[in-house]
């Protein structure tokens, strides 16, 4: 892999995405088979459909906040992020095997379930399935219109009153995505159960997005680094930066997720703590645990000391752990559902007795992650990998500890 250093982009070299399209066809391969004989099938492509999603809005987000506030450090590593929101319009096609199953997904499509839930009945008129696409299709406008605005505005960057005219696009736009994936986590993940709701939900979904998205760009840095490109113009101020934001926002979705639980069980509201005992019965206990300590406790504990947060072997090692365990809470939000009887009751028998992971998961995971990663890397090498046009670059490349 070579870069040409007065243009900086990326030679055309294929070997990357050759790779990945070899990973993406075993994986799709396997998922074929999977369709035909794991009855989970559809839960696990929900799965690794809302990781990809949210890791894409994260980078919505990430360019977002850049223009919004000013972050001039991230001007080497905006490009990351901005091919990384550009993944939504195929993560949008991507919805459409969920529409095959989506009446079994979502079992308040069925008449069935309101007769037996008499007293949600005020949740009829919101939980209609025309109503339903009606709202996520004004989602998917939403983020088409920010990630094509952010875009073109980027390209055309080379004044100073540029960055002004981003800035105030910024807010509105920051407004429209705090909305829209709020309710898109209400909508497509909440109501996956839904007698269960909590007002906190969409804000626990956008902190998991953000800091996902952080941990991509982090290990793209690195990866990039490691082959000797953009050495000195991403150094180790962005890095120490990265590592800020990775501990912030793991703090910040530890605060909402765990407020979120302590209301929920201070209150001793039945209609709504049976979703947490639920996860924590069975092996469903010791994903929970895993969970607390992966994707809080021990990313906390390191990066709380500021040397750490500047080494790249440990930033490398945290984002990875970061990635894994917001496929591990997509997880534990939704395989839950799949367990229950056709009245919309979770039977706590099958939690304990299946086995509650399932190599579907994982060859859906392959499949879409290679497919996906393979559209990131041609989108990223297409033009110059850095904004070499905005007229903050010289003065973020500086080895200045921020």
């Known amino acids: 892999m070579q870069i040409n250093d007065k243009t900086l982009m990326i030679s055309q070299d294929n070997r990357i995405v050759q790779k990945l399209t070899i990973m993406s066809f075993f994986g799709i391969l396997l998922s074929l088979i999977g369709y035909y004989v794991d009855d989970r099938f559809f839960h696990s492509y929900l799965i690794n459909y809302l990781f990809f ?3 894409s809005l994260g980078g919505i987000f990430f360019v977002l906040a850049h223009h919004m506030f000013g972050a001039d450090w991230s001007v080497p590593l905006r490009r990351i992020a901005e091919s990384l929101m550009l993944l939504i319009p195929l993560m949008i096609f991507l919805f459409i095997p969920i529409l095959l199953k989506f009446d079994s997904l979502y079992e308040w499509t069925s ?3 309101w007769s037996h839930h008499t007293i949600l009945q005020a949740k009829t008129a919101y939980l209609d399935k025309t109503f339903f696409f009606i709202r996520l299709g004004i989602y998917f406008l939403v983020w088409i219109f920010l990630i094509l605005k952010l875009y073109v505005l980027s390209i055309k960057q080379t004044e100073p009153s540029d960055k002004t005219r981003m800035k105030r696009f910024s807010a509105l736009g ?15 993940i909440m109501s996956l159960d839904a007698t269960w709701f909590s007002t906190m939900f969409g804000v626990y979904i956008f902190s998991g997005c953000y800091l996902s998205a952080t941990a991509f760009v982090t290990l793209i840095s690195l990866y990039l680094r490691s082959k000797g490109i953009l050495v000195s113009e991403i150094n180790g101020k962005h890095y120490a930066n990265l590592g800020k934001v990775l501990f912030a926002f793991t703090v910040f979705w530890a605060y909402i997720g765990g407020f979120q639980y302590y209301i929920i069980w201070y209150a001793n509201l039945p209609e709504e703590i049976y979703w947490f005992i639920q996860r924590w019965e069975g092996p469903w206990k010791y994903l929970s645990i895993i969970l607390i300590f992966g994707h809080f406790v021990i990313p906390f504990l390191v990066l709380i000391f500021n040397r750490l947060k500047r080494n790249r ?8 752990l970061i990635l894994v365990m917001h496929w591990l809470d997509m997880y534990w939000m939704v395989m839950p559902t799949y367990f229950r009887d056709s009245h919309g009751y979770i039977e706590m028998d099958k939690l304990n007795d299946l086995s509650i992971i399932s190599w579907t998961d994982f060859s859906l995971f392959i499949a879409m992650g290679g497919v996906l990663l393979g ?5 990223f090498k297409s033009r110059p990998i850095v904004a070499i046009n905005d007229p903050a670059y010289e003065q973020s490349i500086t080895k200045e500890e921020s």
């Open 53 to 55: 999603m949210t890791l």
């Open 111 to 113: 008449s069935d379930f």
């Open 174 to 188: 920051l407004a429209l995505f705090a909305i829209s994936v709020s309710f898109f986590g209400f909508d497509v």
């Open 313 to 320: 072997s440990v930033l490398a090692v945290i984002s990875f």
């Open 375 to 379: 559209v990131f890397w041609k989108i």
